[in-house]
């Protein structure tokens, strides 16, 4: 606050460089497109932060990112298989890549699976399943404990995504409308009203750059078609 305070002094008293006052138009509509683009472009940084942060904005309330769920889903299905009884470590899928753990490409032990893309992923119910060297193949096979099964599964089933169809490797209910969390809808709805700011700002940008051409005041009539043709009586 102090910081924004001793910069509003500055720039009151202070006058922009020559470079800055030949760019920029100097008007009230001006100020007002200007202002426009810039919460347009922190609406769009909020949209993309809360749809990934886990951290800022919990999966407990505000339901799991997109990675989150495609993660708990494999988890999901690696601890079903491993109960009945396969070596999760070593089996393959169909296309000859590991079904349930691989390494990523720095060497960890991540996920496999389509869900590999998100191996960054980081949230509370799977980080004490790692180490310095990724997931911990002994605790996959001995320390999984019941919340962690309880959390990934609920994640898996209410995924942010709002599709009829497979989403990040998520399998989507095709019968059914799919749970929309209230991570989707902040998201959804800083997109949107970023967007109508977006817009706001090239109205306005317009209209202050025709006003300093003096040409706000619309297209000229001389060549109207109107103007040309006989009355109708």
Same mark, same amino acid.
């Given at each position: 606050?102090?910081? +924004?305070?001793?910069?509003?002094?500055? $720039?009151?008293?202070?006058?922009?460089?020559?470079?800055?006052?030949?760019?920029?138009?100097?008007?009230? *509509?001006?100020?007002?497109?200007? %202002?426009?683009?810039?919460?347009?472009?922190?609406?769009?940084?909020?949209?993309?932060?809360?749809?990934?942060?886990?951290?800022?904005? =919990?999966?407990?309330?505000?339901?799991?990112?997109? =990675?989150?769920?495609?993660?708990?889903?494999?988890?999901?299905?690696?601890?079903?298989?491993?109960?009945?009884?396969?070596?999760?470590?070593?089996?393959?899928?169909?296309?000859?890549?590991?079904?349930?753990?691989?390494?990523?490409?720095?060497?960890?032990?991540i996920f496999g699976g389509e869900t590999?893309?998100?191996?960054?992923?980081?949230?509370?119910?799977?980080?004490?399943?790692?180490?310095?060297?990724?997931?911990?193949?002994?605790?996959?096979?001995?320390?999984?404990? +019941?919340?962690?099964?309880?959390?990934?599964?609920?994640?898996?089933?209410?995924? =942010?995504?709002?599709?009829?169809?497979?989403?990040?490797?998520?399998?989507? *209910?095709?019968?059914?409308?799919?749970?929309?969390?209230?991570?989707?809808?902040?998201? %959804?709805? $800083?997109?949107?009203?970023?967007?109508?700011?977006?817009?706001? $700002?090239?109205? $306005?940008?317009?209209?202050?750059? %025709?006003?300093?051409?003096?040409? *706000?005041?619309?297209?000229?009539?001389?060549?109207?078609?109107?103007?040309?043709?006989?009355?109708?009586?």
């Amino acid at each position: 606050g102090a910081i +924004c305070l001793v910069g509003g002094i500055f $720039h009151v008293n202070s006058r922009p460089l020559q470079v800055f006052i030949r760019s920029f138009t100097w008007s009230g *509509e001006a100020y007002l497109s200007y %202002s426009l683009s810039a919460i347009s472009v922190m609406g769009f940084t909020a949209a993309v932060f809360s749809w990934y942060n886990n951290s800022v904005y =919990p999966s407990e309330f505000f339901g799991p990112t997109g =990675p989150e769920a495609s993660q708990a889903q494999g988890f999901t299905f690696l601890v079903r298989d491993q109960k009945l009884g396969i070596k999760v470590s070593s089996n393959q899928g169909p296309t000859a890549l590991p079904k349930y753990l691989m390494r990523s490409p720095s060497g960890e032990i991540i996920f496999g699976g389509e869900t590999m893309r998100f191996w960054s992923m980081s949230s509370g119910w799977v980080e004490p399943l790692r180490n310095s060297g990724g997931l911990d193949i002994y605790k996959i096979k001995k320390d999984i404990q +019941c919340w962690q099964e309880r959390r990934a599964a609920e994640f898996m089933t209410h995924a =942010p995504l709002g599709s009829l169809n497979s989403v990040g490797g998520v399998a989507t *209910e095709v019968n059914s409308v799919n749970y929309v969390s209230p991570r989707s809808w902040l998201t %959804s709805s $800083h997109w949107v009203l970023s967007y109508f700011m977006l817009v706001g $700002h090239w109205w $306005h940008a317009g209209r202050s750059r %025709s006003a300093a051409l003096s040409f *706000e005041k619309g297209i000229s009539r001389v060549y109207e078609p109107l103007l040309y043709m006989r009355p109708i009586d």
